[in-house]
């Protein structure tokens, strides 16, 4: 067998400055988020004035429980219709259309978010839609199913589908197959496309932004009107706050993959 080369010192110099330059400036804004100055860019000592000021700005807090409900809506449908898009596509290669089908499913992944949030707003305005909640959870949705497609389709054409078909050989119908053999197989791909659809809801700006209504702005929207203004120290406590969720959000979604994970490895031998 070759032996593994080890990392020389260029390597890990590279892989230092590499993680410095992602994770380094997200550091500084969850300490400087606990700073008792006014000033941004000035250190006063550690406080949590800036996490009482936050909880007391009713937009910011509006504009935050926005976000979430969008986040969560949108990426539990494209979830749903990602999956049954993402079947139909691994399961259904002989189908008529399916060319079609699967390059207007992939074409938000390469789409400018401009052009989908342009026509987005125009297809609103043609339906005499009010803009608000569900306009931006629509547009999420269109944005982040693909993504979820793309993860499942691959679990899907990595998975034995001789498992399937036994549990068919041995009386079981199609849909209670999939519900009790490949679902569970393809539980941890399709835990990992919810939570890259909600991170993906969580952060977007650009298509929000056209497709927001008055009262309905989300939190990107928010932070991104006040930091025009200057950055005031409550944008660094609330940007905190989202780190920390999208940690707990990993998190679980890891621990509920790895469960899904072992119980269906565990029934796939039956």
Excluded at 7 to 18: E, H, Q, T, V, Y
Excluded at 165 to 180: I, K, Q, T
Excluded at 221 to 228: D, G, K, L, M, T
Excluded at 253 to 269: C, D, F, I, M, T
Aim: proline share 4%; net charge positive; with cysteine.
């Amino acid at each position: 067998m070759r032996k593994i080369s080890r990392l020389s010192r260029f390597n890990i110099a590279s892989l230092a400055l590499g993680f410095a330059f992602l994770y380094l400036p997200i550091l500084i804004l969850v300490i400087y988020s606990f700073n008792a100055s006014r000033l941004v860019t000035v250190w006063g000592g550690w406080s949590l004035r800036w996490y009482h000021a936050l909880f007391a700005d009713r937009a910011m807090i509006e504009a935050s429980w926005m976000s979430l409900r969008v986040a969560f809506s949108s990426a539990t449908i494209a979830t749903l219709l990602g999956t049954l898009a993402a079947v139909a596509l691994a399961r259904g290669e002989r189908f008529r259309g399916r060319t079609l089908f699967s390059g207007m499913l992939y074409a938000p992944l390469v789409m400018p978010e401009v052009i989908t949030g342009l026509s987005l707003l125009l297809l609103f305005v043609a339906l005499n839609a009010e803009r608000g909640f569900w306009t931006v959870t629509i547009a999420h949705t269109t944005l982040t199913m693909c993504f979820v497609a793309v993860v499942v389709q691959s679990r899907l054409g990595s998975l034995d589908r001789s498992l399937e078909e036994a549990a068919m050989d041995l009386g079981c119908p199609p849909v209670r197959a999939f519900l009790s053999v490949t679902l569970p197989l393809i539980a941890p791909a399709i835990v990992a496309g919810w939570m890259l659809a909600f991170t993906l809801s969580l952060d977007d700006l650009v298509i929000a932004s056209f497709t927001t209504g008055p009262g309905s702005a989300t939190l990107p929207i928010r932070i991104y009107s006040e930091v025009r203004l200057g950055v005031k120290p409550e944008i660094n406590a609330i940007c905190t706050l989202v780190i920390a969720l999208i940690a707990v959000v990993i998190f679980i979604a890891s621990l509920a993959s790895k469960l899904s994970s072992s119980q269906g490895e565990s029934a796939a031998p039956l």
